[in-house]
């Protein structure tokens, strides 16, 4: 609920601080005193594009203050905590405003964007009069009125909707990677074949490189471990060795032990040595090879490292490169069998969706009818018995919301075209249709501050007192402002304000007061009778407040 307007520096306000209240609350006044000025000053502080020329005369700044009370689950604070903002409490806006053009807009006193201010106004306020372009008359937001007043949860729709976008989505991929592998079909047919005729194992190109480069130093290296074999051999060290520790041995028990020691690292050395030849000689038999086995380890080799290159990739990730091209080709070979799974699985989400979008169509066409015969009801009463409303509901592309679309159309008299209802009637017509409208759906309230500027324009004596009843209606448990020049209307208000324009040292300067009691008797006497207020007027206007 809007509690509170300041207004500083905007076009005829000096300073003007309003405090509204739930209800109707009604704003009265001589044409051209400001009235506009406040909705004007509203729809500048809530972020709406309007005209430019909003500071007043001399001075340096305009600025507007708007504060709400509102309830806790108020989808205001969706939108607050959208943009990362402060989420509870009393909401306040404020918005600047230079005479060359700058705009600066706060949230709770932290600085924000104009788009962040026009997307909480949708939430907070909703305006309603002759130009409305904004709700009522705009055919794009009919679909969405029309599914409140039938209370449609669209979830199921919605979703059954995202998945039927998701499998034409898998089958379209599915089928362009098809279409790309299957340009690469016999390449990577061949390519396999290579690769699996090869077979080469992780590891195994270093090891062959290894091998290969052994056998290749392996006549420069085998006569040098040959001569250090013989060195060490039988005729070598070995003998020299077995040889000494003969010789001491014979003496041995003739040198009171001073030969144990010396004998015994000699067997010492001499089991070394022996373990010594023995590696000698293993290598020697591992130096021993046929010219073929080189032949054909490089032969391996260099056929290893060629595809390698070929592919792009290192030696030890063909094996993996063979595996990968073969799941691949598998996808190939059963392509068309999971297109056709894909396909079915878009055929079923279709279905599914069809039979979703098909009963929230039935559930619009029956929303539609109660709609149409509750404005019809509404419009009687407003002097509109012969207009038509009706609800069209015609055949839309798919989408997330189903397959209508939904427009209002009026014909204002019997056996006229029927058309749009922002094309077809007239200003006072038009007002009348809103209002209907309103009321029709007002059983879905949403906590928006419903505002109608001059909606009972056209229209007056008995019609205007029936607007004003239900206008009253509509602000039972809610909050309308109204901006009205009918005195029929302006006594079925809970609340009401004067505004006024004075002249003062050649400056113009609108200000505004709640009326009491008394004071808004002679308003709407004034409103009866123009200037001269007579007791007839008065007595009138009493009578008006009265009922």
Not at 31 to 44: P, Y
Request: glycine share 8%; charged share 25%.
């Amino acid at each position: 609920m809007l509690r509170g307007l300041h207004i500083h520096n905007m076009l005829l306000i000096d300073r003007l601080e309003l405090e509204f209240q739930p209800g109707l609350n009604v704003l009265t006044g001589e044409t051209g005193a400001g009235k506009s000025i406040l909705l004007d000053s509203l729809g500048f502080v809530l972020g709406w594009r309007g005209r430019a020329d909003l500071v007043r005369q001399g001075a340096d700044l305009g600025e507007v203050t708007a504060w709400f009370d509102l309830s806790a689950d108020h989808p205001a604070f969706d939108v607050l905590r959208a943009a990362e903002m402060p989420a509870d409490g009393e909401l306040i806006l404020r918005r600047t405003n230079t005479p060359d053009g700058r705009k600066t807009a706060f949230v709770n006193d932290r600085r924000c964007s104009g788009e962040i201010l026009r997307q909480l106004s949708d939430v907070l306020v909703e305006l309603h009069g002759q130009h409305d372009d904004r709700g009522l008359l705009d055919p794009k937001g009919h679909r969405a009125l029309l599914d409140d007043f039938a209370g449609l949860d669209l979830t199921d729709l919605r979703a059954a909707w995202r998945a039927v976008a998701t499998a034409r989505k898998t089958l379209t991929q599915a089928r362009a990677e098809l279409a790309e592998a299957e340009k690469d079909a016999d390449y990577l047919r061949h390519s396999v074949r290579e690769l699996d005729d090869l077979a080469p194992e992780p590891g195994e190109e270093q090891a062959l490189d290894a091998q290969r480069r052994l056998m290749q130093s392996s006549e420069k290296i085998r006569e040098d471990i040959s001569r250090a074999a013989e060195a060490i051999g039988q005729n070598g060290a070995d003998g020299n060795l077995g040889d000494a520790i003969r010789w001491l041995d014979g003496v041995a028990d003739k040198a009171e032990g001073r030969l144990d020691e010396p004998l015994a690292a000699l067997g010492r050395a001499l089991s070394e040595l022996s373990d010594a030849q023995i590696g000698v000689e293993d290598c020697l038999n591992a130096l021993d090879f046929n010219p073929l086995e080189l032949e054909q380890a490089e032969e391996r080799l260099f056929a290893i490292r060629a595809l390698a290159r070929k592919h792009g990739v290192s030696p030890d990730a063909l094996s993996e490169l063979a595996d990968g091209m073969k799941v691949r080709l598998q996808a190939i070979d059963t392509g068309a069998d999971h297109l056709k799974a894909l396909q079915a699985a878009v055929a079923a989400a279709e279905a599914d969706y069809g039979k979703a979008a098909q009963s929230v169509s039935e559930t619009r066409r029956a929303a539609a009818a109660r709609l149409d015969r509750a404005m019809a009801a509404e419009l009687a009463p407003l002097k509109m018995e012969r207009a038509v409303f009706a609800t069209e509901i015609t055949p839309a592309e798919p989408g997330p919301d189903g397959i209508d679309q939904v427009v209002f159309t009026v014909a204002t008299n019997p056996g006229a075209p029927a058309g749009p209802i922002n094309k077809i009637a007239s200003g006072g017509e038009l007002s009348r249709f809103l209002l209907a409208l309103k009321v029709c759906l007002t059983a879905q309230d949403t906590g928006l501050t419903m505002i109608f500027d001059e909606i009972d324009r056209g229209v007056g004596g008995a019609t205007a007192d029936a607007v004003g009843k239900r206008l009253s209606a509509l602000a039972a448990g809610a909050q309308v402002l109204v901006v009205t020049h009918s005195p029929q209307v302006a006594a079925k208000g809970d609340h009401q304000w004067r505004v006024a324009k004075s002249v003062a040292d050649d400056v113009t300067t609108s200000t505004v007061h709640k009326l009491s009691d008394e004071a808004r008797t002679d308003e709407i006497a004034r409103m009866l009778a123009g200037e001269v207020i007579t007791a007839e007027a008065r007595a009138a206007a009493a009578a008006l407040l009265r009922n």
